[in-house]
T-cell receptor, first 115, second 111 residues
Framework: SAVISQKPSRDICQRGTSLTIQCQVD?????MFWYRQQPGQSLTLIAT?????????ESGFVIDKFPISRPNLTFSTLTVSNMSPEDSSIYLC????????????FGSGTRLTVV | DAKTTQPPSMDCAEGRAANLPCNHS???????VYWYRQIHSQGPQYIIH???NNETNEMASLIITEDRKSSTLILPHATLRDTAVYYC????????????FGAGTRLFVKA
């Protein structure tokens, strides 16, 4: 299955600042997905990122707060902008492993704490 | 919204089979049932998926009822390392490519 490298693994940030999370995949994939997992909660889909087009955001998430880049078929970034303590969560990227039939593969996540 | 209903938590004795139920009564004909698990502080891990036939792999078995409105994930010999949150997900068809997570079942395997 695909191998995903996600960076940073964790960070502590000051409120009002921004953090960019990187997701690198070892194979070319059409779609990449970004999720948020708030403390003690399930995963919530933020957006779907296709190469060469604007990301598609889920209800409750906007591009100004969570801008996404997808410059090629193996890489994507998610930026959490103007952070507040409510943004403290684990952020995960995911890709679909169609070739191997194992559904979706997830990165190990970025644990973000905003102080 | 998630299309599945799972019990919030379950216990299982180490070495015994863990049977995790999932209700997906609104599943459509071309939607698959996927199971993932998330061990604390890690990304979700794929376990198994199926359409209508029962499936088995090295990790688990998936039993889907004939009407496809529910399924059961079976871990045949649970170990302490199987303690995790297990998510049942319905995907495909008109819902396409998105994987939407419900609340999942927190499985505690006890010695």
């Amino acid at each position: 299955s695909a191998v995903i490298s996600q960076k940073p693994s964790r960070d502590i940030c000051q409120r009002g600042t921004s953090l960019t999370i990187q997701c690198q995949v070892d194979s070319q994939v059409t779609m990449m997905f970004w999720y948020r997992q708030q403390p003690g909660q399930s995963l919530t889909l933020i957006a779907t990122a296709n190469q060469g087009s604007e990301a598609t955001y889920e209800s409750g998430f906007v591009i100004d707060k969570f801008p996404i880049s997808r410059p090629n078929l193996t890489f994507s970034t998610l930026t959490v902008s103007n952070m507040s303590p409510e943004d403290s969560s684990i952020y995960l990227c995911s890709v679909e492993d169609r070739g191997t039939g194992v559904g979706y593969t997830f990165g190990s996540g970025t644990r973000l704490t905003v102080v | 919204d998630a299309k599945t209903t799972q019990p919030p938590s379950m216990d299982c004795a180490e070495g015994r089979a863990a049977n995790l139920p999932c209700n997906h009564s609104t599943i459509s004909g071309n939607e698959y049932v996927y199971w993932y698990r998330q061990i604390h502080s890690q990304g979700p891990q794929y376990i198994i998926h199926g359409l209508k036939n029962n499936e088995t792999n090295e990790m688990a078995s998936l039993i889907i009822t004939e009407d496809r409105k529910s399924s059961t994930l079976i871990l045949p010999h649970a170990t302490l390392r199987d303690t995790a949150v297990y998510y049942c997900i319905v995907k495909g068809g008109a819902g396409g490519f998105k994987t939407i997570f419900g609340a999942g079942t927190r499985l505690f395997v006890k010695a």
